[in-house]
């Protein structure tokens, strides 16, 4: 069952209980405190001092004041860096964050960028290193505890000691494209040594085409926007094949592709590309289609500076449909729409609107996921609002609160819920949470978590207590399938809304969910007091019982047959006379409902 299931109610912050609230994801730390150096830190590159080049972000005009010196003093540029409006990087901080100096605090390596395949997790950091990390199961349990991980190795890209941008695994061709100092390099995995012949220079953004999941992709389209083209490499094996080239007038910020569309943004405007008519066409002109003017530069009317506007971005928000960000102002703090678009520029679905520009931004069908200065929402885009669904880190301090959000190419959390999963059967099958999906990261200074989809167990769950019983056996039917329905998941659900069916005196149904979930007999008798105390101390306590924790309370709950008849007698004769004749029916009904279990449990 998709995670779409689950949402309507908006979360405030990333703390608290994660049950009681419905959300399409469940925020988990994947990785806390990483450290990153002081070996990559302390690295080669350019810590002899000399004055940085401008990164490719910054030359072609995207979220960098020109004005800037690289020679100037800390204290200079942070002088300066006060008066600057709209300085914010693709990777969510300032590139000044990376830049060397005498300070130890500065020399400390940040998280840049994040990739995590199965239980391996490549991070980019801010001097140029990519570091391998295996990471442990994530338990998608009620605690917001840090799996074990271990670090591997270190790579140097030695790219001058540049931030990493971009990170794309494809494991299946044990294969990682990294992004760097305006440089793409193809590692091999798991060694990451460089792949002999893939180095390309000149390179302002890459993606690839997303019609394939880069999890099980055994050959891959790479679109890599160059100076003065946009190259398509087809990537199958040890091979990487240049596919086709297209010229291009002016400098590529973002750029996404699905099938044979291509939506880019350049220092001019969003456009549409359509390659199947650029491999025949003798010209680009009837090949693209403009959609809307990109923000320019623009100049203070009281300081005479520069004012350079977000980075333009561009994304896949389902087959043949693109997302571009535009904003009423060149600076962060304006209005910004988030426009769907068909491949002939139609308009799809409805407009996102944020508050602020996003630092970046990731489609997780059928949520956005954006990063801002503030939080990390979640959108969900089949509303026709776009409806605000999750908010993470709202409380969150400078040092944990993400500056970016990055599309993994995906591993399976676990999801075995301490308060519901038995531990008496540590083996046990599970048909309602053994998988779920996780490739959403959030990155952060020095830490990494996961926006995980909420595991099936806890929506029904969660419909169990809300006393929506047929929904949530719906639920189960519909995600266990094929699953062998005595697994101790889905028993654990059946056994709790045959519990709560007794608790109504719905005897038949009730006695139906007991014999599919096996309910242990001794249980049962627990409820039946004038049985229970014949037994005496014969009968196994309630406590001792193998069972969830969840169920025994659930169990313990009911209190006695006796008070139940009693309770629901008087509710249903009212003020009639004949109180007593129905409680002695109820009652006769409810010894028959035991009956018939101890005889089914016998046979």
Do not use: W
């Amino acid at each position: 069952m998709s995670a779409g299931a689950s949402k309507g109610k908006e979360r405030e912050d990333c703390s608290g209980d994660e049950e009681d609230i419905a959300g399409p994801y469940i925020m988990r730390p994947l990785a806390i405190g990483l450290q990153l150096g002081p070996d990559e830190a302390l690295a080669k590159g350019n810590a002899s001092g000399k004055p940085r080049r401008p990164s490719l972000s910054q030359r072609l005009g995207f979220g960098a004041n020109k004005d800037k010196d690289p020679t100037k003093s800390p204290e200079e540029s942070a002088s300066k860096d006060a008066s600057t409006v709209g300085d914010t990087p693709d990777a969510g901080d300032n590139d000044r964050d990376s830049v060397r100096s005498s300070s130890p605090m500065a020399l400390s390596a940040k998280v840049e960028c994040v990739e995590v395949s199965g239980s391996d997790m490549y991070v980019g950091t801010s001097h140029g290193h990519i570091v391998h990390y295996t990471v442990a199961m994530v338990e998608l349990d009620g605690k917001h505890t840090v799996p074990e991980y271990f670090r591997v190795s270190s790579v140097d890209l030695k790219l001058g000691g540049k931030r990493v941008e971009q990170i794309l695994a494809f494991p299946v061709l044990n294969r990682l494209v990294v992004l760097c100092a305006s440089t793409a390099q193809i590692l091999s995995l798991p060694d990451l040594r460089p792949v002999s012949g893939t180095m390309m220079k000149g390179v302002s953004c890459l993606s690839y085409d997303e019609r394939l999941q880069r999890s099980a992709a055994a050959a891959v389209i790479l679109c890599v926007a160059r100076v003065r083209s946009i190259q398509l490499y087809r990537m199958a094996g040890a091979e990487l094949r240049l596919e086709l080239e297209v010229p291009i007038a002016n400098s590529v910020a973002s750029i996404c592709q699905y099938g044979q569309y291509l939506c880019v943004a350049d220092t001019e405007a969003y456009k549409i590309l359509d390659l199947a008519k650029l491999r025949t066409a003798s010209s680009a002109e009837g090949a693209q289609l403009e959609l809307f003017p990109t923000q320019q530069p623009r100049t203070d009317p009281e300081s005479g500076r520069v004012i350079r506007p977000p980075r333009p971005r561009t994304l896949v928000v389902g087959p043949n449909e693109f997302m571009f960000l535009t904003s009423s102002a060149s600076d962060d703090d304006a209005t910004t729409l988030g426009v769907i678009v068909t491949a002939l520029g139609e308009a799809q679905r409805g407009t996102l609107q944020f508050a602020s520009y996003p630092k970046s931004v990731v489609y997780d069908a059928p949520f956005l996921v954006a990063a801002f200065a503030g939080s990390v929402d979640v959108y969900d885009t089949r509303q026709p609002e776009q409806t605000l669904a999750q908010r993470f880190f709202v409380d969150t301090s400078d040092s944990q609160r993400p500056r970016r959000v990055c599309a993994a190419a995906g591993f399976l959390a676990g999801t075995r819920i301490a308060q519901i999963g038995d531990e008496s059967e540590p083996a046990m099958s599970r048909a309602l949470s053994a998988v779920v999906r996780a490739s959403v990261l959030a990155v952060a200074q020095d830490s990494v978590y996961v926006l995980a989809d909420e595991p099936q167990l806890l929506v029904v769950d969660r419909m169990l207590r809300a006393g929506r019983i047929e929904e949530a056996m719906a639920a189960v039917d519909k995600a266990s399938g094929d699953v062998a329905q005595g697994s101790a998941e889905v028993r654990y659900c059946v056994l709790v809304a045959g519990v709560q069916y007794f608790a109504r005196l719905l005897l038949d149904d009730a006695l139906q969910l007991f014999r599919r979930g096996a309910m242990d007999p001794r249980a049962l008798l627990h409820v039946y007091s004038d049985y229970a105390e014949y037994l005496g101390p014969l009968l196994e306590p309630l406590e001792r019982l193998p069972m969830p924790a969840n169920l025994r309370t659930a169990i313990r709950n009911l209190g006695s047959v006796a008070q139940l008849v009693s309770s629901s007698a008087a509710d249903m004769a009212g003020d009639g006379n004949d109180q007593q004749a129905l409680a002695e029916a109820l009652s006769a009904n409810a010894m028959e409902v035991l009956e018939r279990y101890l005889e089914h449990t016998r046979g």
